[in-house]
């Protein structure tokens, strides 16, 4: 069965600091992947997604991910967190059954130190 | 502003009462799929329509369903509700031209709050 497991439903980091969001995945074909964004009380909103044209993946805001096949990895990195990225994060891929059927991992809430 | 609205914002009802969420699509997208958010299940994916037609179908319960019409709108129906149905119902749309693709971007609605007491 395809799934997706973000390591770590919390994660704090001090302002400018690394953040890492971990994701790893399951998927038995060629998988779309993707990140989204939710702020309190808000839709989600895309940050990047695979597209299998790069491994290297830029979003908005400053994040990437990078696509690692052999270990079945998507994390979601920004070089200096900044107060305004303190929001939950979710990792998705997305299975191509005649439709497309989203799975989302858990979650990870993103907090942002002073 | 995603382009895609959902009503009612909030809806409170009682359970075994029948509700319809509404979802207007983002001009020009063809492709409505609607989730779940909930705190004990997460993110769940109910069901994807593309043009009309049913394409993909998730974690949906017998009590829901939903329908696309004509003009691309798509309306949720959940049923006989219980307590275990309040959560966040998000709408979201893609383009989809040609059936859509994989990669497709999905444009998440604010969402429709239902709490049932």
């Known amino acids: 069965a395809q799934s997706v497991t973000q390591l770590g439903s919390h994660v704090s980091v001090s302002e400018g600091a690394l953040v890492l969001l971990r994701c790893n995945y399951s998927?038995?074909?060629?998988?779309?992947l993707f990140w989204y964004v939710q702020y309190p009380n808000q839709g989600l909103q895309l940050l990047l997604k695979y597209t299998s044209a790069a491994t290297l993946v830029k979003g908005i805001n400053g994040f990437e991910a990078e696509f690692k096949k052999s270990e079945t990895s998507f994390h979601l990195t920004k070089p200096s967190a900044h107060m305004s990225d303190a929001a939950e994060y979710f990792c998705a891929v997305t299975l191509n059954t005649g439709g497309f059927k989203t799975i989302f991992g858990a979650g990870t809430r993103l907090f942002v130190k002073a | 502003d995603s382009g895609v609205t959902q009503t009612p914002k909030h809806l409170i009802t009682a359970t075994g009462q029948r509700v319809t969420l509404r979802c207007s699509p983002r001009s020009g997208d063809l492709s409505v799929y609607w989730y779940q958010q909930s705190l004990d299940q997460g993110l769940q994916f109910l069901i994807q329509?593309?043009?009309?037609?049913?394409?993909a179908k998730g974690n949906i319960l017998e009590r829901f369903s939903a329908q696309q019409f004509p003009d691309l709108h798509s309306e949720l129906n959940l049923s006989s509700l219980e307590l275990g149905d309040s959560a966040l119902y998000f709408c979201?749309?893609?383009?989809?031209?040609?059936?859509?693709?994989?990669?497709?971007?999905?444009?998440f609605g604010p969402g429709t709050r239902l709490t049932v007491l």
């Open positions: 329509y593309y043009n009309g037609e049913e394409r």
């Open positions: 979201a749309s893609s383009g989809g031209v040609a059936g859509g693709q994989g990669t497709d971007t999905q444009y």
């Open positions: 998927s038995s074909v060629p998988p779309y």
